[in-house]
């Protein structure tokens, strides 16, 4: 059985920084991209940063330059670090995984559907 579990939000002030950790169990093999996504209320689901296992990394615009994702292989770990935050960073995270043997271009491109693995999500608050 796969288990996804995401840590690490909390309220912040706006500059800050945070790191989140999502630790992925029982994924079939390590072929799985994983990628952040994020919720605001009111809004759709966002892909924010993918790392697949290759080791390339795909940012969204917002993103680039402000966020770092990483992963910790022997740990099963992934990391979002999120660096001067701004307000409209705000939101639930979630971190998901994707079959790239499946889902490939929906993997890069950080499509929900492909990711069929989901955590439960962790809230990041950044206050103005």
């Known amino acids: 059985e796969v288990e996804v579990v995401e840590s690490g939000g909390d309220l912040v002030p706006v500059g800050g920084s945070l790191r989140l950790t999502c630790i992925a169990s029982?994924?079939?093999?390590?072929?799985?991209?994983m990628a952040w996504f994020r919720q605001a209320p009111g809004k759709e689901r966002e892909g924010v940063a993918a790392?697949?296992?290759?080791?390339?990394?795909h940012y969204q615009d917002s993103a680039k330059g402000r966020f770092s994702v990483s992963q910790d292989k022997a740990k099963n770990t992934w990391y979002l670090d999120l660096n001067s935050l701004k307000p409209e960073d705000t939101g639930m995270y979630y971190c998901?995984?994707?079959?790239?043997?499946?889902?490939?271009?929906?993997?890069?491109?950080?499509?929900?559907?492909?990711?069929?693995?989901w955590g439960q999500g962790t809230q990041v608050t950044v206050s103005s």
């Open positions: 790392l697949d296992s290759d080791g390339d990394r």
């Open positions: 998901a995984a994707c079959n790239p043997f499946l889902w490939g271009p929906r993997c890069v491109a950080m499509d929900p559907s492909g990711f069929r693995f």
């Open positions: 029982g994924l079939p093999n390590d072929e799985y991209a």
